[in-house]
């Protein structure tokens, strides 16, 4: 059972266009993180959203918190290609632990 | 300077063999991890160490044993290894063994049984 279900898992768009990705869980979480994964590499914290209805911008990425603290959405504003790609949210079920539950992640390309 | 690093990159093993991870940080952080993440990108924790002391253990099969010799270290050894091992595994660490605090992941160990 997956517990925070990333949607779509896979956006193939081109240089300029926008997109949301979305993170649903029918649970609470105490905090949702975004992150961004390159190739070979670690994944990178883009932002921790932690109050139900929280908006947080980061450049051309806005991120949202829902109400009851259940979904959490990403938007990106005329992407580039550097904006290429695997997005995870990750929840914290609790404050008192840096226990992490993962989506499966989104995978972006996004094409010149 | 990198801030997790985590060695070997790559992991290449027969099937029974047994193996290490080694993980450092330099960030002066109280927490480590370590994190599984399988061919579909699917990233589970497996372990969390807090200044020495195991705090999280996802029933992970004991043939993997973690071992933290001091806080900047925490080590993976997989005993008996079997096919359905290989995967990626990240190493991780955050100040404080709390929510909403930014976790630090190495490039990872991409291992492969065959």
């Known amino acids: 059972t997956q517990l925070l279900e990333q949607s779509p898992q896979f956006l193939s768009i081109q240089e300029g266009e926008n997109l949301t990705v979305y993170c649903n869980s029918s649970?609470?979480?105490?905090?949702l993180q975004w992150y961004r994964q390159e190739p070979g590499e670690g994944p990178v914290l883009l932002v921790t959203?932690?109050?139900?209805?929280e908006v947080k911008k980061l450049k051309r990425l806005t991120f949202q918190f829902g109400d009851a603290r259940k979904d959490s959405s990403l938007h990106i504003t005329a992407a580039q290609p550097g904006d290429t790609g695997l997005y995870l949210c990750?929840?914290?079920?609790?404050?008192?632990?840096?226990?992490?539950?993962f989506g499966q992640g989104t995978t972006l390309q996004v094409k010149p | 300077d990198t801030a997790v690093s985590q060695t070997p990159k790559y992991l290449v093993t027969q099937m029974g063999n047994d193996k290490s991870i080694k993980c450092e940080q330099n960030?002066?952080?109280?927490?480590m991890y370590w994190y599984k993440q399988d061919s579909k990108k699917f990233l589970k924790i497996m372990f969390s160490?807090?200044?020495?002391?195991?705090?999280i253990n996802e029933t992970v099969p004991n043939r993997f044993s973690p071992k933290s010799p001091d806080k900047a270290h925490l080590n993976l050894h997989i005993n008996s290894l079997e096919l359905g091992d290989s995967a990626v595994y990240f190493c991780?660490?955050?100040?404080?063994?709390?929510?909403?605090?930014?976790?630090?992941f190495g490039s990872g160990t991409q291992l492969s049984v065959l």
């Open positions: 990750a929840g914290a079920r609790s404050s008192n632990t840096g226990k992490l539950i």
């Open positions: 991780a660490s955050s100040p404080l063994d709390r929510a909403n605090e930014k976790l630090f």
């Open positions: 160490y807090n200044n020495k002391e195991l705090i």
């Open positions: 959203v932690v109050t139900g209805g």
């Open positions: 649970s609470v979480f105490s905090s």
């Open positions: 960030l002066g952080h109280d927490t």
